[in-house]
Structures are given as structure tokens and as C-alpha cells.
């Protein structure tokens, strides 16, 4: 077998094989006979999450399934669809959901699995869209649960730890329309004293720094709303489209100037007909509590020269509190600090550890798909801990990493 690694190339997969099933009944049937197994979503993740040294198993054979409830409130999907082909599914029935990541191209059950999320003080994190969920566990059980169920929050992001998730009813809304608008150089004198009012002047906003200097190099604002002039808190109109990264090339960004357009062309800052198969990049992410965002800037601006030179770029997102046992929102509204980083994990490894130790006294959250060294104490994870026990009691879906993070 080719060496297989994940979708940036820093993870080569320690698996035997990879089991791709075409049905429901293969699926649990290789997972009844497996003695160790990890579930691989489309591969996004930067760190070891979805490594083992059994088998892999890959549901993106499973036959697509896209099934919109009768009162229209929810879809049903398998568990290897991905964001970009359900988007343009629902659009096309006029329906929605309430966020997306800033890529289409990831999976849906392995971007719930590790709680991955978009942008809005009033948007939770991708998994709160999940109403029900079908798992088979290690014995080959297929069990389903549903929000209102004792176990249902800590059977969403669940890491994969619970066994392969192979259907998703999730929370669907009418179709609705955006514009988005990038603003360049937002002066620190009015993140300073403006931040909460910058951040909701949307229905998702992001902030893009590289830490070089004192402001913040783009804010891209996705709303309902047309903005009403070239200035906004003190930063300008861009004059073109822009790439987050100044000076890429933006074809490949979704369209911006104020468009109207449909969610699922706006909400994701790439398009979906641009396929990158690999990524030069390395990502982390930490979360903070939204009310200490101004000190989580600072925090970081100490250090602002060490993050700079191992750096792509910065966003600065936010993400409403929700009640999911390991979501790095569980219980709070969150402020989410994420760095692309250049493909070089020896000098990106000391600045990950500087970073976090710099904002340890924010008590940050890691988003546990990528880079982090610390050992994040998780909301809930004796709770995760025992359930996991109940669906897979032999560790079959375990790894070391999920032994160091659950314990
Ligand atoms: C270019 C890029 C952009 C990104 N943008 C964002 C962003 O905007 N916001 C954000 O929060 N994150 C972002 N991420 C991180 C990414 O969303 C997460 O790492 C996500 O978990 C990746 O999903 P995946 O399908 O690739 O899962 P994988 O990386 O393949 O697996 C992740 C976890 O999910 C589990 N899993 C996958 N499928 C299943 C299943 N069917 N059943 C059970 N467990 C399963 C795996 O076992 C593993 O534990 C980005 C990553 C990249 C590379």
C-alpha cells in the first residue's frame, strides 16, 4: 500500500489497510471483525486523531444519502458526505444550514467529530447543528441517538471514539442570501476599543492578522445586510477581491464586494470547484472565553515576532457556547485564535508551546483536529470517558493520542 497521509502531508497513517465499505452491512461487519480501527473522514486533520496502527475505515463509498425531512426542519446524510456536495443538495430544495467551515471540501461526521466550526457570535460550532446521530459501535450494533437523550452531547463530537458514525440528521433552515465584504487595516485603536461591536457587525466575521504590526490586515464581513460605505471602525473597502493571505492570489475565495449570493458560496471563504488535494500549511487553533478577547489579543501580541516568522496568517473568529461534552465551546462563548502556519513542523512546534503558554491564563481550548502540545483539560471528559467505555469496551477505536487526551 502507498504510504497514506493526511490532506497536509505532516501525518503518514500508521494503518494496515484501509476497509472502504460500499453498504451499511459491510461496515459493520468489518467493524464487528476489526481488533483495532480509526475512522477517516476526508483527512483535514493536522495531528494524529485519526491515526492507527490497525485498520483505517473510509465511508466515502457509502451510497450518498440526502434525505429532507417532510416538515423540512432536517436532513439525513451518510457519513461520508462532504460540506460542499450536501450545500448544493439543500440550496437546490431551498434549504440551509446554519454555518460552514472556512473550506467545503471536509467531511461532515469527521468536522462534527472534532467540532469544527465557522464564524458569529450567534453561530455555534458545526456539531450544534446535529439532531441525531447513528453510530456502529465496536460490536457492530448500529445504536442512533437523539438530542434530548441522555448521552446525545457526548455523542457528537465524539472523536471517533464512539465507533464510525454512518448517518447525521442535522438542523436545516431556509435557503438564505449573503453578501461579503473584506475591509484592509483595521487600526489597533479600534479593535481595542470597539472588538464585541466589530465582531457582531455580521452574521459571520473574521479578522486576519499576521501579527507584524499593530492592526489587523483584512476583516471579512459575511451578512444579510449591504454595508452602507467604504469605511468601516477606521478600515477601508478593498478595491478587489482579496486572498486572506495578502498577496495570494484570490480566484480560488469565494466571491466578495458585496455580492448577494447564495450561504453556501459565502459562508466558506474558498470555492468549492477549487480542489486543493494538499495543503503547504500547518493549522492550530485555541479558544477563549469571548468576555477575555481583548487579553487573548495582548496575550499573543507579546510574543507577536515568534508567531510572525513561522507564520501564514491569523483569524480571529467567534463561536456561540453549546452543551457538546468535549466542544472547546461547551458552556461558553468563545473567541477562537487560529494560525496557519508555514510546512515546517520543527520550527512550528516551540511557537505552538509559546502560544499556548502565553495564553494559559485564559484557560485556552484547543481545537483537538490540529496542532497543539499542551495536555487540554476537556469539559467533560470523564463523562466522554465512561460512554466511550459502554460503545467500544475492548479500546478497539482507541490510538495515543485519544490515551493522552481522554487518559
Ligand atoms: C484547509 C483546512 C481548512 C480548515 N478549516 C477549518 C475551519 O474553518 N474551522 C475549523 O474548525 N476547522 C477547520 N479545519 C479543521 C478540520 O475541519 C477538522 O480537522 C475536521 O475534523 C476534519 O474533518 P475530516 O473529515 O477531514 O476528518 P479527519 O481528519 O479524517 O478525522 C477527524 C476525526 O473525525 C473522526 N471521523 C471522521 N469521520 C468519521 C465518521 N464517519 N465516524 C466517526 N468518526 C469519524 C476521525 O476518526 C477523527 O477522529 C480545517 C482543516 C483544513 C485542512
Excluded at 463530537?157 to 487595516?185: H, W
Aim: negative net charge; contains cysteine; charged residues 20%.
Amino acid at each position: 500500500m502507498e504510504p497514506l497521509t493526511n490532506w497536509a502531508g505532516n501525518i503518514t497513517f500508521g494503518a494496515r489497510q484501509v476497509l472502504r465499505p460500499r453498504t451499511l452491512d459491510e461496515a459493520r461487519e468489518q467493524i464487528a471483525a476489526a481488533t483495532k480501527l480509526r475512522v477517516l473522514g476526508s483527512g483535514h486533520s493536522f495531528n494524529h486523531l485519526a491515526d492507527t496502527d490497525g485498520d483505517l475505515l473510509s465511508l466515502a463509498g457509502l451510497p450518498r444519502t440526502v434525505e429532507i425531512a417532510p416538515d423540512r426542519a432536517t436532513v439525513r446524510v451518510d457519513g461520508g458526505i462532504r460540506y460542499g456536495d450536501l450545500a448544493a443538495r439543500l440550496h437546490a430544495e431551498g434549504l440551509a444550514l446554519h454555518n460552514m467551515a472556512s473550506l467545503p471540501h471536509i467531511s461532515v461526521a469527521g468536522a462534527v467529530a472534532t467540532a469544527t466550526h465557522g464564524s458569529g457570535v450567534g453561530n455555534g460550532n458545526l456539531a450544534t447543528a446535529v439532531a441525531g446521530v447513528e453510530i456502529v459501535r465496536a460490536d457492530g450494533e448500529l445504536v442512533t441517538l437523539t438530542r434530548g437523550d441522555a448521552d446525545f452531547p457526548g455523542s457528537v463530537a465524539a472523536l471517533g471514539a464512539l465507533g464510525a458514525v454512518v448517518a447525521l440528521t442535522l438542523d436545516v433552515q431556509p435557503a438564505f442570501e449573503l453578501r461579503q465584504y473584506v475591509y484592509e487595516t483595521l487600526p489597533a485603536t479600534s479593535v481595542r476599543a470597539n472588538l464585541p461591536l466589530i465582531l457582531a457587525d455580521g452574521y459571520s466575521v473574521s479578522l486576519f492578522t499576521r501579527w507584524t504590526g499593530i492592526d489587523v490586515d483584512q476583516v471579512w464581513l459575511k451578512r444579510r445586510e449591504p454595508m452602507t460605505g467604504p469605511e468601516f471602525h477606521g478600515a477601508t473597502l478593498a478595491d478587489g477581491p482579496r486572498h486572506p493571505v495578502p498577496g495570494m492570489p484570490a480566484e480560488n475565495c469565494t466571491q466578495q464586494g458585496g455580492v448577494p449570493g447564495p450561504w453556501h458560496e459565502r459562508l466558506p471563504h474558498f470555492r468549492m470547484e477549487f480542489t486543493p488535494s494538499s495543503g503547504e500549511e500547518l493549522q492550530s487553533e485555541w479558544h477563549v472565553p469571548l468576555s477575555r478577547a481583548n487579553d487573548a489579543l495582548d496575550a499573543v501580541a507579546q510574543i507577536r515576532e515568534r508567531v510572525a516568522d513561522v507564520l501564514q496568517v491569523s483569524e480571529i473568529r467567534t463561536i456561540a457556547a453549546d452543551d457538546l461534552w468535549l466542544s472547546p465551546n461547551y458552556q461558553r462563548d468563545s473567541l477562537a485564535l487560529h494560525f496557519t502556519w508555514i510546512a515546517d513542523t520543527e520550527a512550528v512546534l516551540p511557537v505552538v508551546a509559546d502560544v499556548e503558554k502565553v495564553l494559559a491564563p485564559l484557560d485556552p481550548r484547543p481545537h483537538l483536529g490540529k496542532i497543539f502540545t499542551s495536555a487540554p483539560e476537556l469539559p467533560r471528559v470523564a463523562d466522554f470517558t465512561a460512554l466511550a467505555g459502554r460503545f467500544d469496551p475492548t479500546g478497539k477505536f482507541r490510538n495515543d493520542f485519544l490515551d493522552r487526551l481522554l487518559g
